[in-house]
């Protein structure tokens, strides 16, 4: 008896040991000993780098309102934190990208990503900066089209076993197509200014028509690219849905502020930097504004997550294109300068060519 009840109490306690033992891995994964931060989501360095971005982001308000201040130390500061906030929608999107799909996520991103830009122009348009603004919107489609997508395509290539990046060629094809039709109509309109035809007069009317025009464009075509969004086999997200949503929209509402701080300091510091405002607009301000992006597409490219990674660079020259530059020539109407799609033709000839260069790169997939 004592013999089979220690064989029966054994046996009991390997039973309770194996179901422990299958059992430990969910807890770990959802308990607070392993670091994730409980129902959030977060793991503790992930709580760590939100500190340090909420840090930074107060030395940078500071460094605007305080009187004694160096400006060049108020531009770093406000830089870094665009960076930070930069880093928060990488998190944010790469978890809502396993819930939503490339298509989804890419879109959600872009859109939040580009609102450092958005407040960038605005705040620079609101201080009489023309040229700032418009070279900050060329420079940005040049850097992620360019720049961005070259390092997503390195990197992702370097990930894969066999040393080639792939990826379907409907996320890319279509949004090369809308990229293409959104450059036609600011290039065109461009064009007839440089070259002094008669609608060259009336620039600001016609870029406000062309702005319309890209806008119901964009509109149409993102209806049909949402609905037919496609989904990656991928492990399900580890943070909740509304760690996500909260995160973005801390992320947005962070941009509006520090972009305000960054063109506030952007004018004394090129005057202390002798930089000159076209430089400052096509590499400083564009670099610092899609900030989101270079960060974002490089960090998912590492990752192996080819499909959002090319969806997030992608989505985000369209969206500068073809929804944030006719959305900014709308919008200036209330600000002190207007923005139209009068470049100069050195712009033109760039934006062509990326466009077509974009859609040969990735259109095979």
Do not use: C
Not at 128 to 145: D, F, H, K, W
């Amino acid at each position: 008896m004592t013999r089979g009840g220690a064989r029966t109490e054994s046996g009991g306690l390997s039973t309770t040991e194996r179901t422990r033992g299958r059992q430990a891995p969910a807890g770990a994964t959802r308990g607070p000993a392993s670091g994730s931060g409980g129902g959030i989501g977060l793991r503790q360095p992930e709580w760590a780098l939100l500190g340090l971005v909420a840090i930074v982001t107060a030395a940078a308000g500071a460094a605007r309102y305080s009187a004694f201040g160096s400006h060049v130390l108020a531009f770093v500061l406000a830089g870094l934190a665009l960076a930070g906030g930069a880093w928060i929608v990488a998190l944010a999107t790469e978890q809502l990208g396993r819930r939503t799909g490339p298509a989804i996520a890419g879109f959600t991103q872009s859109t939040i990503g580009n609102l450092p830009e958005f407040f960038v122009v605005i705040f620079a348009l609101q201080a009489g900066e023309r040229i700032v603004a418009e070279t900050a919107i060329v420079g940005s489609i040049l850097v992620n089209a360019l720049l961005v997508l070259g390092l997503v395509i390195a990197v992702g290539a370097r990930r894969a076993s066999d040393g080639v990046m792939r990826f379907s060629r409907r996320l890319p094809n279509d949004t090369a197509t809308l990229l293409l039709l959104a450059v036609f109509i600011i290039v065109l309109v461009g064009l007839a200014n440089a070259a002094h035809d008669p609608a060259s007069h009336h620039v600001e009317t016609v870029s406000l028509i062309g702005a319309i025009a890209i806008l119901l464009v964009y509109s149409t075509w993102l209806r049909q690219y949402l609905r037919t969004g496609e989904r990656e086999e991928v492990e399900p997200a580890r943070l909740p849905l509304a760690t996500a949503l909260i995160l973005l929209a801390a992320a947005g509402t962070q941009s509006a502020f520090v972009s305000d701080w960054f063109i506030n300091a952007l004018a004394p510091a090129i005057h202390t930097l002798h930089i000159s405002e076209a430089f400052a607009g096509l590499v400083i301000v564009s670099i610092a504004g899609n900030a989101v992006e270079n960060v974002t597409g490089i960090v998912l490219a590492a990752k192996g997550r080819s499909e959002l990674a090319i969806s997030v660079v992608k989505n985000s020259v369209a969206q500068i294109a073809a929804f944030l530059y006719p959305a900014l020539v709308l919008v200036s109407l209330l600000t002190a300068t207007s923005l139209t799609f009068a470049l100069a033709p050195v712009y033109i000839g760039a934006l062509f060519g990326m466009a077509v260069i974009v859609w040969q790169i990735t259109g095979d997939g």
